[in-house]
């Protein structure tokens, strides 16, 4: 199957402090990406869906000027999370699927987000 | 708006024994279904993923699903096993005119030995 790889796995960042996460489609054009979080010993909740070049279109309740989603390229969407706190600590989880009616969608390794 | 209902949460079997979890999503129109799995520590993996034509899909590692519209069901079955299955489950639904994959909450499988 397809390749996305998310980067980094991990991070750990100061209260207050902007984070971001880059997702990559390595083999294929995604023209949507999607971003999810997921507590621990929960589901994936999604939190939003970017289509490139155009703004991401946010889940009920996720502040979009917290969670800044950028797709400028067939190949990569990142999420910042910004003025970060402890609460925002979570997996975060993306996945890219190419344009089509009956494509699937590859998910990355998963980002774990510790804020302290 | 689409949702999916993940009937078990916890699931414990012994090696050998048979595996079904339920899946019931709600969407009237065309879906797309999907089962992906988690093993501990790892990333989501594909298991089987329904579009149209047979029901009944076969999909990695011996596990099989059967798309029942009437029910809006989606069950994944396994007829045997392994303590090597021991993992989270999700199932997923994207609806035809719908761009985003909606999971359910999950079934925590553990598989003794």
């Known amino acids: 199957g397809a390749v996305v790889s998310q980067h980094p796995s991990w991070v750990i960042c100061k209260s207050g402090t902007s984070v971001k996460i880059e997702c990559r489609s390595l083999?294929?054009?995604?023209?949507?990406m999607f971003w999810y979080r997921q507590f621990p010993k929960q589901s994936l909740m999604l939190m939003a869906t970017s289509n490139e070049g155009s703004k991401a279109t946010y889940e009920q309740g996720v502040e979009k000027d917290k969670f800044l989603i950028n797709h400028a390229s067939l190949t990569l969407s990142t999420l910042t999370v910004t003025s970060a706190h402890p609460e925002d600590s979570s997996f975060y989880i993306c996945s890219a699927r190419q344009q089509g009616p009956n494509t699937e969608a590859f998910f990355g390794q998963g980002t774990r987000l510790t804020v302290v | 708006a689409q949702s999916v209902s993940q009937h078990n949460h916890h699931v414990i079997l012994s090696e050998a024994a048979s595996l079904e979890l339920g899946c019931n999503y709600s969407y009237g129109g065309t879906v797309n279904l999907f089962w992906y799995v988690q093993y501990p520590g790892q990333h989501l993996q594909l298991l089987l993923k329904y579009f149209s034509g047979d029901p009944l899909v076969k999909g990695i590692k011996g596990f099989e699903a059967e798309f029942i519209k009437s029910k809006f069901s989606f069950n994944l079955r396994k007829p045997s096993v392994q303590w090597s299955d021991t993992a989270e489950y999700f199932c997923?639904?994207?609806?035809?005119?719908?761009?985003?994959?909606?999971f359910g909450a999950g079934t925590r499988l553990a598989v003794h030995p």
């Open positions: 997923a639904v994207r609806g035809g005119g719908y761009n985003k994959l909606i």
């Open positions: 083999d294929f054009q995604a023209t949507t």
